[in-house]
């Protein structure tokens, strides 16, 4: 027999949500929504929700350590933005963001553009390297962002160093990818 868990609190939403993410502390719940709006909820306070315009439909979101939020939107830039509502830092993408990961503490980030380039930047919005050369549609970043690796869609895995190098290049098992 499965185990049930039951919801502590239920939050009614407007429109679809498109993305959510938890803080690692577990004080806050961020996610937007088709209305474009980011909805910021405190969970040890009076667990009232905050409502932020955005400039466009978001499909990733992460928290920030300092309770900033890292937005990805769907054809613009890596955004973020602060608990306040103001954007602090943006990194520009060529053609919005499509895939987003991040380092276990959250201080270094790993985003695949439009174009398929992988843009590796800091918390700060400093961005630390580009890296094309295929049509990346997979990412992962080590732990300490020291080195990520990228995959593309015939399923070529590319290890890079933060700097840029490549480390290592995997070709896949077969020809079919």
């Known amino acids: 027999m499965p ?26 719940l961020v ?6 709006k ?7 306070e009076d667990e009232t929700t905050e409502s932020i315009e955005l400039e466009e439909e978001v499909d990733h ?11 990805g939107s769907i054809s613009m830039d890596a955004y973020c933005i602060s608990s306040k509502g103001e954007i602090v830092w943006r990194i520009e993408a060529s053609g919005g ?15 695949i553009d439009g174009m398929r380039n992988a843009i590796l930047f800091d918390v700060n919005g ?3 390297c580009r890296h094309n050369g295929r049509q990346y549609v ?4 080590r732990p300490d962002g020291s080195a990520f690796a990228l995959a593309d869609d015939t399923g070529i895995i590319d290890l ?16 079919e990818g």
Do not use: K, Q
């Open 3 to 28: 185990h049930r868990i039951e919801a502590r609190h239920r939050i009614p939403c407007e429109s679809r949500v498109r993305a959510f993410d938890l803080s690692r502390n577990g004080h806050l």
């Open 31 to 36: 996610w937007t929504d088709d209305s474009c």
């Open 38 to 44: 980011l909805h910021r909820l405190l969970l040890d």
């Open 61 to 71: 979101v992460l928290c920030l350590p300092n309770n900033s939020v890292l937005l």
């Open 97 to 111: 963001i499509e895939h987003l990961t991040c380092t276990i503490e959250r201080t270094r980030f790993l985003a």
């Open 126 to 128: 400093n961005e630390i």
């Open 138 to 141: 997979l990412s992962a970043i």
């Open 160 to 175: 890079v160093s933060s700097s840029g190098e490549i480390i290592s290049t995997r070709e896949p098992r077969c020809i």
